[in-house]
Antibody, heavy 119, light 107 residues
Framework: EVQLVESGGGLVQPGGSLRLSCAAS????????MNWVRQAPGKGLEWLSY????????YYADSVRGRFTISRDNAKNSLYLQMNSLRDEDTAVYYCARDCGDSYANDYWGQGTLVTVSS | DIQMTQSPSSLSASIGDRVTITCRASQGISNYLVWYQQKPGKVPKLLIY???TLQSGVPSRFSGSGSGTDFTLTISSLQPEDVATYYC?????????FGQGTRLEIK
């Protein structure tokens, strides 16, 4: 069974940093691209970043480029999102999602981890 | 940057109705178009990828069509369990973009 479990969320002050993790199981992690997607309270979905299986292709949304860094450790079946210079508007539930390999669609999603940026 | 417009933003329909949601891209995106369903308090669920391919396990009343700039998600006969927000997602030039969402309710 495919499982994605995010961790690392919490309360952080504006300007602070946080590192999110996503533990993957139930599939060959290294062969799948992964994405981070967030959803602010009561709002829609916002794609943040994409990384392919070998970490050779990485994309970022304009809203986080230069502040967030995606990475993965295939030996640990883990995906990460390093978030720096956090702003109030980064408050959201952060999801990791598995790319199914066709049209950048995500077929499995974690339950999400809440990040709250507030002083 | 390419823009994605999803419409309508909300929709109320009766059980058994045919429901259509559209997404329009400002430039051609081939078939890099995906549809998700998100029920309240739940994570998004993949419905359709590559514009028209039904994800395994998704009821056949859901269908997708379109290519280039105009795409449609159709529910052929609305069921009570279809109450949700529906999102389109596109890919173009190293960017992935979600539509604004369509909230579907039962009339």
């Amino acid at each position: 069974e495919v499982q994605l479990v995010e961790s690392g969320g919490g309360l952080v002050q504006p300007g602070g940093s946080l590192r999110l993790s996503c533990a993957a199981s139930g599939f060959t992690f290294s062969t799948y691209a992964m994405n981070w997607v967030r959803q602010a309270p009561g709002k829609g979905l916002e794609w943040l970043s994409y990384i392919n299986g070998g970490s050779s292709v990485i994309y970022y949304a304009d809203s986080v480029r230069g502040r967030f860094t995606i990475s993965r450790d295939n030996a640990k079946n883990s995906l990460y999102l390093q978030m720096n210079s956090l702003r109030d508007e980064d408050t959201a539930v952060y999801y990791c999602a598995r790319d199914c390999g066709d049209s950048y669609a995500n077929d499995y999603w974690g339950q999400g981890t809440l990040v709250t940026v507030s002083s | 940057d390419i823009q994605m417009t999803q419409s309508p933003s909300s929709l109320s329909a009766s059980i058994g109705d045919r429901v259509t949601i559209t997404c329009r891209a400002s430039q051609g995106i081939s078939n890099y178009l995906v549809w998700y369903q998100q029920k309240p308090g739940k994570v998004p669920k993949l419905l359709i990828y590559a514009a028209s391919t039904l994800q395994s396990g998704v009821p056949s009343r859901f269908s997708g069509s379109g290519s280039g700039t105009d795409f449609t998600l159709t529910i052929s006969s609305l069921q009570p369990e279809d109450v949700a927000t529906y999102y389109c997602q596109m890919y173009n030039s190293a960017l992935i973009t979600f539509g604004q969402g369509t909230r579907l309710e039962i009339k």
